[in-house]
């Protein structure tokens, strides 16, 4: 590894750590002294999105990154969720194994994660994705939303319960 400040070959680590999907090391450039930060991350497969006209791009995680952020536009999200999350989907699309993967399959993916992250960034998330045609597409995928949340506390409370023996 060359230092980015003096050009020097002789670097050394003073410090390695895993985050998230990579690893931080703190080097040491042993001629000027001054110290960086480099980050090391496995590359993938080149995984290339299938587009609903059938044209193929290359996957890029900040797409789905940028999106998410667009559709948590003012709510109260932390940054650091939407990151994690678009991580997740990313590592998800990875352990599917296939070179090629259809945008819809991405979009789905999308659209659960911020169904778990924020409702609302949800509905317009979907409302884009989905391209609903009118406001009744827009109740019904609230409705079907509201349907969703009930049974899952349903679920929750049933869990909650102690069992009964006789």
Do not use: H, W
């Not at 059938?54 to 890029?60: A, D, G, H, V």
């Not at 940054?79 to 990313?90: G, H, T």
């Not at 979907?126 to 939303?145: G, K, M, N, P, W």
């Amino acid at each position: 590894m060359r230092c980015p400040f003096c050009g020097a070959a002789d670097t050394r680590v003073i410090d390695t750590r895993d985050v998230a999907d990579s690893i931080r090391r703190r080097r040491e450039c042993g001629k000027c002294k001054q110290r960086f930060t480099t980050y090391e991350r496995i590359a993938n497969v080149n995984l290339l999105v299938v587009k609903r006209d059938q044209r193929r791009e290359k996957f890029e995680r900040d797409k789905i990154l940028g999106s998410m952020q667009i559709a948590c536009g003012k709510r109260p999200v932390p940054a650091k969720v939407l990151e994690e999350a678009a991580r997740e989907i990313e590592a998800d699309l990875y352990a599917l194994g296939e070179a090629e993967v259809e945008s819809q399959v991405i979009g789905e993916m999308v659209m659960e994660r911020l169904r778990q992250i924020d409702d609302i960034a949800y509905v317009r998330f979907a409302s884009v994705y989905r391209q609903f045609a009118d406001v009744d597409s827009i109740v019904e995928e609230i409705e079907a939303l509201k349907e969703s949340r009930r049974r899952e506390q349903e679920l929750r409370n049933q869990m909650e319960l102690p069992l009964q023996t006789t």
